[in-house]
């Protein structure tokens, strides 16, 4: 079977999905009423979350149809792109499909060929750091320069007003240091970006610190699924 289509798929859907995506953060804050400004704005986030989801679909369905070849080669070529992509949406607090704590250690899992390879693990690493810390910084500057109503009004941001606050005073009483601490925390994530970003704290301090904490978040999931793995509890490597 010819699969010459198939193997352009992952670049054509990342790279319109990622386009798409950056397009909606630059746009965001543009003056004018323009429709394409304002649909780029509003759903661009969206169709790169779609895009995403439907090539993992794809990929996942070429095991069942078995086509395991070419499902290898697609995550030997483009794994630490596509887990790339992934944690931008998950730094954005925009990946409401699968649970970002299971990122990382199914990225070890897939990518590494064994429990030593070392340096396939600390790319993983890197590649989920950089990543998460792009998506966290593009909501900080939204929140930083929309400010409250404008993130609230916004059907992708589904954090409620309610919360909303409650981080605030999390921020307020702890200052700055609740960035990287909340990174660090599982179901904390992210959570402090936008208050943040309201208190418009410096833009590479921000990135430092929430680089800081994502680190160690990445670190501790990946080096607890090798020690499931040592135990013999999962057995995908």
């Known amino acids: 079977m010819d699969v010459s289509p198939l193997t352009s798929l992952p670049d054509v859907t990342l ?22 400004r304002e649909f780029l704005a509003d759903k661009g986030v969206l169709l790169l979350t779609v895009g995403i989801v439907a090539l993992a679909v794809v990929g996942v369905g070429l095991f ?3 086509n395991e070849q070419l ?4 995550l030997d070529q483009y794994g630490l792109l596509a887990l790339f992509c992934i944690l931008i ?27 030593t390879d070392y340096a396939t693990i600390a790319a993983v690493i890197l590649v989920a750091v950089v990543g998460a810390t792009i998506g966290q910084y593009a909501l ?8 409250r109503e404008y993130l609230l009004e916004k059907q992708w941001f589904r954090v409620k007003e309610s919360q909303l606050d409650r981080f605030d005073g999390w921020f307020q009483r702890w200052g700055r240091i609740v960035v990287p601490v909340s ?13 943040a970003g309201f208190a418009e704290m410096r833009d590479w301090e921000f990135v430092v610190l929430s ?8 670190s501790w999931l990946a080096a607890a699924a090798l020690y499931a793995v040592e135990l013999g509890f999962l057995g995908f490597l």
């Open 183 to 195: 990174n660090a925390l599982l179901f904390t994530r992210g959570m402090l970006t936008v208050p």
């Open 140 to 147: 900080f500057l939204l929140a930083k320069r929309g400010g």
């Open 211 to 218: 680089a800081l904490g994502t680190l160690i978040f990445q």
């Open 89 to 115: 949406l998950e730094g954005a607090m925009l990946l409401y499909f699968a649970p970002s704590e299971s990122l990382v250690p199914i990225g070890v899992a897939v990518l590494a060929e064994s429990a």
């Open 71 to 74: 499902a290898r080669q697609w």
């Open 15 to 36: 790279a319109l999905g990622t386009a798409l995506f950056f397009a909606g953060v630059l746009l965001s804050n543009a003056t004018g009423t323009s429709r394409v």
């Open 64 to 66: 069942f149809v078995g």
